[in-house]
C-alpha cells in the first residue's frame, strides 16, 4: 500500500471534521476494551501467558535463522513450497509468478496485513486478475477502494448505513438492506460464487509452526478456510517473525490472541494447514506455497526496535489508544495505525516521512499495558523519538527551545529567575480572575483551554519566607 | 540516630515545576501531609526540574544532564517525595538512561528505589492521620504516569474514603489519558481538544461536582477546559483536599469566591 496523501495533521484534522467517522470511533472503542477486560477476567494466569509468550517470541527472534530453516525444511517435506523475499517488490514478484503459473483468473483473499504491506492487490489487478478480497472489512473497504483502518476490523471506519449504500451500488439486482445481518447475508451471498471461481487463494499466516511445517490462520468468518481449500493453488503472505517453534507454543498464543483482539475466547475459526492435498484427501489445494516477507524485519531485529517484532498483529494497542480513538486509522498514513503502527511504519517508510508518528502520543502507556507479548510500546515510541532527534529531524525551532530550556534549568538560580518572573507576570494579567483565556506565545494551549494562573509567589519562595527547610 | 530515621525519616520534597510556580497550595499540602506522617521535610532550593520534558522529547543527553543534577540534590535523603507521579516516574527512568555508566547507574538506581509519588508513599510506606472534610461528589481521574508507572491506584482512594462529608463517584474511562501528555496538547491541539472532550464528558456523567487527580499538568487541562466551556465542576489536588487547604480557589478558579 502506498502510503496515504498529507500529513498526520492534516489527515487528522479531515478525522475530527468527519461526523461518519467520529461516530464510528465512538460505537467502537467502548466495544473492544470492555470485551477485552471481561475476556481477559475470566481466564486465570493471562498476566503469566502474556510473560510466557514474550519469552517464546525473545527466544525465537533470537536464532530466527534456525527456526526459519527448520520450518521452511518441513514444509518442503509436505510438498510445499517454502519462498523468502528481501521486500515488498520481491515478495509482489514470486506472488505473480505463482498466479501465471497456475494460469489464474480469480484470485480470491482472506485478510492479510502482509499483503497490504507489500501492496499486493494493486500489481494483480493491473495484470488483469480478478481480485477479490473475502473477509468482510477487506471486502467492504475493496468496494470503497479505500485502505484499512484497523489492522483485525478494516472497515471499522464505515457506519452501518454508509455500508448499505456501498453495496447498494455494487449488488445490482438485490434490494437494499439495512440490518446488519442482513449485509452480512449479502456479502456472503456476492462472495459464495467467488470461492468456487477462485484459482489462487491467498491468505495471511498468523503463526508459522516449525515442528509441523503448519501456517494457523484465526477469523470469525470462515472465509480463509474457503479461500484457501476451494482454491488450486494456496498462498501464504506472512512476515519472517511469525515463526514459532510448536504446537504447544501456539496454544499459548491462541488463548491470547482472541481475547486480547476481540475479547472473544477463541475466534470462531482456527485453521491449520500443512502442504497441498495429499492422494486420498477428499479436498485442498493442489500446489502450497509460503512466501516470508522481510521487508526490513531482519534490519529491525538488529536494532533497538526488536521487541516489536515479538507483534501478533491483534490491534489492542489501537484499540486502547485515545489517540486512534480520537482520528482513527487513516490518519496514520498507511497499513499499520495506532501505537504499533507509530513504530513500524517509520521503521518501513522512514523516520522523517513519518515524523508525526511517534510525537503523535501522550506516552500514557494504555498500549502497552495490554499488548498480549508484552511489546514496551510507549517505551519504544519514546524511542523512536530519541532516534529521530539523532538523525537530526527535531525540528530547528523545538530544538533551540529544548536547548534554551535544558542550559537554564542547569542554572539553578537563573531557573528560580525565570520561575518567579514567569508567576508574577502571569499573576498580573490574570487578576484576581484565576485563569487566561488567551496569552501571547501560548495559542496552542489557550486555543482549547483557560490557563489557570499562579495562585501566589513561587511555592519555594514561600516555602523559604516561612522559614522552612531546604 | 537509625530509631530516629525510621521514626522520624529525612523526606526531601521534589517541588514539580508546575506546582513550583502554578499551585504552592499542593506543595505545603504534602508538606503537612508527611510532616503528619511523622517525616522531616526539606525542600532543597538548588531544585529545577527532572528532565521529563527532555525525557519525554527522546532527548536522552539533555534529560542525563538534568537526572545527574537531581541526583545529587536528593540522594543523601532517605526518601525523595513527590506530589506528581510523572516526575516521580521520571526518576524512576533514570537507571535505565545510565545503562552505559554503572557508577551513575548505581546512584540512579538507590535514588529510584526510594523515590515515591506522595500519595502511595502515605499508603505503602508511611501511614497518616486524614483529618480534612470536603463537603462533596468527587470523580478521581488516574493520571497515566502514576497509574502505570508505579501503581497509583487504590492508594488515593483510601485516603479520599478517610475525608469527611466526601462522596467519591467513579467516572467511566478514569484511566484514559486526559489529552495533556506533556507537550503533546499544543504540539496537537485539536486531537488533545476531542480527548480532554471527553474526559469531560465522563466527569459530567459521573455528576461529581469536583475533580480530583494526581498530577498538575492533568489537572490544569482538565481545569482549563472546564472553565472554557462553563462547566462548574471544581478541580484540586488530591493532596489539597486531604490537607484540607481547600479554603482558597481551586484550580483555574477567581479569587474571593
Known amino acids: 500500500m502506498k502510503a496515504l496523501p498529507g500529513t498526520f495533521d492534516s489527515r487528522a484534522a479531515v478525522a475530527l471534521a468527519d461526523p461518519s467517522l467520529q461516530k464510528a470511533l465512538k460505537n467502537f472503542k467502548p466495544l473492544f476494551v470492555a470485551k477485552r477486560a471481561a475476556a481477559v477476567a475470566e481466564l486465570d494466569g493471562f498476566e503469566q501467558l502474556r510473560e510466557t509468550a514474550a519469552a517464546i517470541k525473545d527466544a525465537v527472534l533470537s536464532e530466527l535463522d534456525v527456526w526459519l530453516e527448520r520450518y521452511a525444511a518441513k514444509v518442503e517435506s509436505l510438498g510445499g513450497h517454502v519462498h523468502f523475499a528481501s521486500d515488498a517488490a520481491e515478495a509482489r514478484e514470486i506472488i505473480r509468478e505463482i498466479c501465471r503459473k497456475a494460469d489464474a483468473k480469480t484470485i480470491c483473499k482472506g485478510k492479510s496485513m502482509v499483503s497490504e504491506e507489500i501492496g499486493l492487490n494493486e500489481v494483480l489487478e493491473d495484470d488483469g486478475y480478478k481480485v477479490v478480497e473475502t473477509d468482510l472489512g477487506e471486502y467492504i473497504i475493496q468496494l470503497a477502494k479505500e485502505p484499512p483502518s484497523h489492522i483485525i476490523a478494516p472497515a471499522i471506519h464505515k457506519t452501518r448505513e454508509q455500508v448499505a449504500d456501498l453495496f447498494e451500488q455494487n449488488h445490482p439486482g438485490r434490494p437494499r438492506e439495512d440490518s446488519v445481518a442482513g449485509l452480512v447475508n449479502e456479502a456472503r451471498h456476492a462472495l459464495r460464487e467467488r470461492f468456487f471461481q477462485s484459482d489462487v487463494g491467498i491468505t495471511g499466516g498468523n503463526f508459522l509452526i516449525a515442528e509441523t511445517g503448519t501456517s494457523i490462520i484465526v477469523t470469525n468468518e470462515g472465509n480463509g478456510d474457503l479461500t484457501q481449500t476451494l482454491s488450486r493453488a494456496h498462498v501464504v503472505t506472512s512476515g519472517i517473525e511469525r515463526v514459532i517453534p510448536t504446537l504447544d507454543d501456539l496454544s499459548v498464543f491462541l488463548r491470547l490472541l482472541a481475547r486480547s483482539a476481540t475479547g472473544q475466547d477463541t475466534e470462531c475459526y482456527t485453521t491449520l494447514s500443512s502442504g497441498p492435498k495429499r492422494p486420498g484427501d477428499p479436498d485442498g489445494p493442489e500446489e502450497y506455497h509460503v512466501v516470508l516477507v522481510d521487508n526490513g524485519r531482519s534490519k529491525m531485529l538488529a536494532g533497538r526496535f526488536s521487541q516489536m517484532l515479538r507483534c501478533i498483529r491483534c490491534g489492542a494497542c489501537m484499540n486502547h489508544c485515545p489517540v486512534y480513538g480520537a482520528v482513527g486509522g487513516h490518519a496514520y498514513g498507511w497499513v499499520y495505525p495506532g501505537p504499533m503502527g507509530s513504530i513500524l511504519t517509520p521503521l518501513f517508510n522512514g523516520l522523517a516521512e513519518n515524523y508525526d508518528l511517534p510525537n503523535a502520543c501522550t506516552l500514557n502507556g494504555r498500549c502497552q499495558s495490554v499488548c498480549p507479548v508484552k511489546i514496551p510500546l510507549t517505551d519504544l515510541i519514546r524511542t523512536m523519538r530519541n532516534e529521530q532527534i539523532k538523525a537530526g529531524l527535531m525540528p530547528a525551532s523545538q530544538r533551540r527551545m529544548m536547548a534554551a530550556w535544558g542550559w537554564v534549568a542547569r542554572q539553578p538560580g537563573l531557573y528560580r529567575a525565570f520561575e518567579k518572573l514567569g508567576s508574577k507576570m502571569l499573576r498580573l494579567r490574570a487578576g484576581r480572575s484565576g485563569s487566561l483565556s488567551s496569552l501571547p506565545g501560548a495559542g496552542a494551549w489557550t486555543r482549547v483551554r483557560d490557563l489557570p494562573a499562579p495562585s501566589g509567589p513561587t511555592f519555594i519562595d514561600q516555602w523559604k519566607a516561612k522559614g522552612g527547610q531546604s | ?257
Open chain 2, 1 to 257: 540516630m537509625a530509631d530516629t530515621t525510621a521514626a522520624h525519616p529525612r523526606v526531601g520534597l521534589l517541588a514539580t515545576c508546575l506546582m513550583n510556580v502554578f499551585r504552592p497550595n499542593i506543595g505545603f499540602s504534602a508538606a503537612e501531609l508527611l510532616e503528619r506522617a511523622g517525616c522531616r521535610v526539606e525542600v532543597p532550593g538548588s531544585q529545577t526540574c527532572c528532565g521529563q520534558p527532555a525525557y519525554s522529547a527522546g532527548d536522552d543527553d539533555a534529560a542525563r544532564a538534568m537526572a545527574r543534577q537531581l541526583i545529587a540534590q536528593f540522594e543523601d535523603y532517605d526518601y525523595l517525595v513527590s506530589p506528581s507521579g510523572s516526575c516521580v516516574g521520571t526518576v524512576h527512568k533514570y537507571p535505565a538512561l545510565f545503562a552505559d555508566d554503572p557508577a551513575w547507574q548505581s546512584r540512579a538506581q538507590a535514588l529510584a528505589d526510594k523515590a515515591y509519588e506522595l500519595l502511595s508513599f502515605l499508603v505503602d510506606v508511611r501511614q497518616v492521620d486524614i483529618q480534612a472534610s470536603y463537603a462533596g461528589k468527587a470523580t478521581y481521574h488516574d493520571s497515566c504516569s502514576g497509574l502505570r508507572q508505579l501503581g497509583v491506584k487504590r492508594q488515593p482512594r483510601e485516603l479520599l474514603s478517610k475525608v469527611e462529608g466526601l462522596e467519591l463517584a467513579e467516572m467511566d474511562d478514569a484511566e484514559v489519558c486526559c489529552g495533556f501528555g506533556g507537550s503533546f496538547c499544543v504540539k496537537y491541539p485539536q486531537i488533545s481538544e476531542k480527548m480532554v472532550d471527553d474526559k469531560l464528558r465522563s466527569i459530567a456523567e459521573s455528576g461529581a461536582d469536583t475533580l480530583l487527580g494526581g498530577d498538575l499538568g492533568c489537572l490544569m487541562n482538565m481545569a482549563g477546559r472546564l472553565r472554557r466551556t462553563g462547566a462548574k465542576v471544581r478541580v484540586w489536588h488530591t493532596a489539597e483536599v486531604l490537607a484540607g487547604r481547600t479554603d482558597g480557589p481551586a484550580i483555574g478558579e477567581e479569587e474571593s469566591r
